[in-house]
């Protein structure tokens, strides 16, 4: 009867440590999901701290001429506030009855980090971002694209991929409607 008794007893002390071990086994995996959960978080802060990511907003400024920064320096261009492409303070939408393929400009201002290997995407095609050196310790930019008729007031995505300030590949995504002064970034919200 002890010899029975003992051997129950050690079946008992083994099932114990099994639970024992199996409870160990799940709250460790618990916590490992719980710090990958964190690192997630983390990385998604990251992404929409604008000290080490770009933040487009809609620009404000009042101008009479900016100068387009070109990479030649004995070359010039200008745009004024009254060109009828250009979406500004002074200009919420721009005429419809510009000509197909006619460059709109709409004037924004970076918020954040400046990014670097950028590359600038309206609903699959390439869209130019262009400085315009009004003040070159904030200068300020235009999403330019062409105009398409079709696409007249219809909302679009812009897609922007970037190598951020601290050496990461990221992207973010801007709501507008084409050919109105309008941007929300939704991507990262």
């Given at each position: 009867?002890?010899?029975?008794?003992?051997?129950?007893?050690?079946?008992?002390?083994?099932?114990?440590?099994?639970?024992?071990?199996?409870?160990?086994?799940?709250?460790?995996?618990?916590?490992?999901?719980?710090?990958?959960?964190?690192?997630?978080?983390?990385?998604?802060?990251?992404?929409?701290a604008p000290s080490t990511r770009p933040f487009y907003r809609l620009s404000d400024a009042r101008f009479q001429t900016l100068e387009l920064a070109t990479e030649k320096p004995w070359e010039y261009s200008a745009i004024t506030m009254r060109d009828r492409a250009l979406l500004c303070a002074g200009r919420n939408e721009?005429?419809?009855?510009?000509?197909?393929?006619?460059?709109?400009?709409?004037?924004?201002?970076?918020?954040?980090?400046?990014?670097?290997?950028?590359?600038?995407?309206?609903?699959?095609?390439?869209?130019?971002?262009?400085?315009?050196?009004?003040?070159?310790?904030?200068?300020?930019?235009?999403?330019?694209?062409?105009?398409?008729?079709?696409?007249?007031?219809?909302?679009?995505?812009?897609?922007?991929?970037?190598?951020?300030?601290?050496?990461?590949?990221?992207?973010?995504?801007?709501?507008?409607?084409?050919?109105?002064?309008?941007?929300?970034?939704?991507?990262?919200?």
């Open positions: 009867m002890i010899a029975w008794i003992s051997a129950l007893v050690g079946i008992l002390v083994g099932v114990a440590g099994l639970v024992f071990k199996l409870y160990q086994w799940r709250a460790g995996r618990i916590e490992k999901a719980a710090k990958k959960q964190a690192e997630v978080e983390e990385r998604e802060i990251q992404r929409r721009i005429d419809g009855n510009l000509p197909p393929g006619e460059i709109i400009y709409l004037l924004v201002e970076n918020k954040g980090c400046d990014p670097s290997d950028l590359t600038v995407i309206m609903e699959g095609e390439p869209v130019s971002l262009v400085t315009f050196n009004r003040n070159p310790s904030r200068p300020l930019f235009a999403f330019a694209y062409p105009f398409d008729p079709v696409k007249f007031r219809r909302h679009q995505t812009v897609q922007i991929y970037f190598l951020a300030a601290d050496g990461t590949k990221d992207s973010q995504a801007y709501a507008t409607i084409h050919g109105i002064r309008t941007l929300k970034r939704v991507d990262p919200a």
